[in-house]
């Protein structure tokens, strides 16, 4: 137990120690035009990679929430001849490599023509990437509402619709936010699909129809590329900026998750 | 898809109006109840008694059709419900079950909500309205021997209640819909005997109005609470059936059956 607090600490420590010094109340309102491997940390900022990063998994978590969760109500609820193959199918694909979502995206959709070079791609592997997660998570939340408030629902005399929405859902709320929390922090820090379909800009573009948008992780990585102290400090500035974000989401969820009466 | 219609008939026998009549169960292949014949007689109480695994419970989940949700569950033959068998097609299930309440073995009140909402939650899901909730909530806790114990409370979650509590508020919660018949399986088998004696107490005021089928293990409660008792059994892995069935001072101390005499004096179950 020690040894693992050390280990996660001394993470959490060096991203502190090594990140903060990218950090300021400025860079979070400016981008990287014009910045080079030696520009010094009092100019430019990521401002506009926590944006692009906002836009393109806000637009996966908005898709695949709803359908995730939608999957994982069906699963619960009926019992019809393709549940074993969807239940299979998301255990399954839970452990999809990131790579490989972005390549299937490349090849499926950009290289095929069906969509241009755009933001939005990486938002599709990304949604590729949560849904099994919010499927199988949902499922399992789900399955632990006992019986015995099915039936007492049913046994007043509901409908199967008003014993789910009025009483299962209810019941399983807090599972569900967390579900919706994890599937999001699956995704966030993943860099593998945004390096194949999303061009890095050093410019703030909130068009996810166009090409090209920072991200986190790209930021992460296009500083990491140069060996400069300043390059690489920006680097972890964007790593604790990721390591926050997670953070707030996760005391996000446990706030939202309480159960309410 | 059966439309909603109240169960009403002709040919009511007006001290009988629930019964099952050459009643099968099964569950997929197994064939769990055999031949099951019984009339509930208005306004009193119904005890069923047997060993574990002999169907009580499942015949009793039958009356109201929550036995059709299970998966692989199968039923031949009528439960009738003023005169009116309720598995007919145009007969609507959930009509059945706001007529012929339900309370379960284990505490279930809706963990979200408050006493309050627990109460009229059978309203809310059912579609029904009512003049006055609050009266309602009053009038439900009573009859469930719960109002005094909560009256100051009703906003209060329903999970901050003793178990003999939250069992009682079940009973109001199904007493708000103000069903003709309450089925109880096995109410009290996991409470203390403080509350199991509330609640037998329930079981005896509510009776008076309504009729009454509780399942239970434990034989001096039958012999406490009911009108009638039946006693099912199951032999060799064979389907479930009713041995006797007589009014409850019959059963205990003239049964006309060895295999019921056997069970009632402790010497098997």
Redesign the interface.
Known sequence: MGIMTALLGSTVVSLVVRGSKALSFHALFQNTFSISSVTSLDYGGLGHAVLGTLIIVGLAVIFAIPIGIAVGVFLTET?GPFNGSIRFLSQALTGLPSIVSGLFVFSLLYVTGLVPKAAVLGSIALFLLMLPTVIRLSEEVLKLV?Q??R?????????RH??FF??IF??A?SGIITTCLLGTARIIGETAPLIVLVSYLPTTNVNPLSEGMATLPTYIVTFLNYSTDFANQRAWGGALTLMILVGVLFALSRYLGR??? | MSTDVAITGTDIDDDVHLLSKDLHVWFGERHVLENINLEFPVNSVTALIGPSGCGKSTFIRTL?R?HE?I?NAKLAGEVQFKGRNIYDTEVDP??V??EI??V?Q?P?P?????IRGNVL??L????RRTRSEDELVEKSLMAASLWNEVKDRLDA?AGSLSGGQQQRL?IA??LA?DPDVLLMDEPCSALDPGSTLRIEETVRDISKSMTVVIVTHNMQQAQRVSDQTAFFLAENNNPGFVVEAASTNDIFRNPKDKRTEDYVSGRFG
């Open positions: 019992n006992p015995e408030l039936f007492a629902a049913l046994a007043l005399g509901a409908p008003k014993a009025q009483v209810p019941a709320r159960n309410k009466i | 109201n929550m949700l998966p959930i009509q079950r706001i309440g339900m379960f284990k279930n809706f963990p979200t909500m408050t939650s059978g809310r899901l059912s579609n979650p079940c919660r199904a819909l």
